[in-house]
């Protein structure tokens, strides 16, 4: 069965420097999601792509935060430079085009020292 | 999500019991509602989901009901067995493109 993948899996930085998060999403799925997820809480979408397109990215810290899915499959979460307060688990999801069923990658827990 | 409340926060049932959670939301178009099971450390994953020309749906212990006019659908979970100790979240439609997720309950189920 496929699968979202995201790497690395656990990555640990200290506050100012940059990171780079990895998601390949299911193939032939259009959309892609961003999600962090803080201890605790259900995930917060950061940024939705339709294909290569930005289709949402109204909660997305724009000014540490940025996100790019070049060729509409494969995508990567940039952070520059990291918080304290970034420590979350970053996941990434993809579905079809409509507002259906997401598959959730593992993950990737980050904490910022 | 603004969109979706999920109660209770934490449940805790007897190993047999059956445990219930409920979430309601606001945005009366919605017309799919999944919900998930996140294990620790481990990724949500999809259990069971209800589209909007249903008002129940069943998937041996698990079941979810759907009422539109209040807005509600629950989770509903039968003769608990351990390995049903996670996290749930339910979601919805927030506008066309967006899942809106509750906030999640940790279910325990003693033994």
């Known amino acids: 069965e496929a699968e979202v993948a995201q790497s690395p899996r656990y990555k640990i930085t200290e506050k100012s420097q940059a990171v780079a998060f990895w998601c390949d999403p299911i193939?032939?799925?259009?959309?892609l999601y961003w999600y962090r997820q803080i201890l605790g809480q259900g995930p917060e979408l950061l940024v939705q792509f339709q294909d290569e397109s930005v289709v949402d990215d109204s909660q997305l810290p724009k000014d540490r935060f940025s996100a790019e899915r070049l060729k509409g499959v494969d995508s990567t979460l940039k952070i520059q430079p990291a918080e304290l307060g970034d420590s979350a688990m970053y996941l990434c999801a993809s579905g079809g085009r409509a507002v259906e069923t997401q598959y959730f990658g593992p993950g990737t827990r980050l904490l910022v020292l | 999500g603004e969109n979706v409340e999920q109660h209770p926060s934490t449940l805790s049932v007897q190993e047999g019991d059956s445990a219930v959670i409920k979430c309601t939301y606001s945005d009366s178009a919605s017309n799919y509602f999944p919900w998930y099971k996140q294990e620790l450390g481990k990724r949500p994953q999809l259990i069971i989901d209800i589209r909007s020309n249903v008002g129940e749906k069943k998937d041996q212990r698990i079941a979810v009901t759907l009422n539109k006019t209040a807005k509600h659908f629950s989770l509903h979970i039968t003769e608990t067995q351990p390995e049903d100790s996670a996290v749930y979240f339910c979601?919805?439609?927030?506008?066309?493109?967006?899942?809106?997720f509750g906030a999640g309950t940790t279910v325990t189920v003693r033994a």
């Open positions: 979601a919805a439609p927030l506008g066309d493109y967006k899942l809106s």
């Open positions: 193939s032939g799925h259009a959309t």
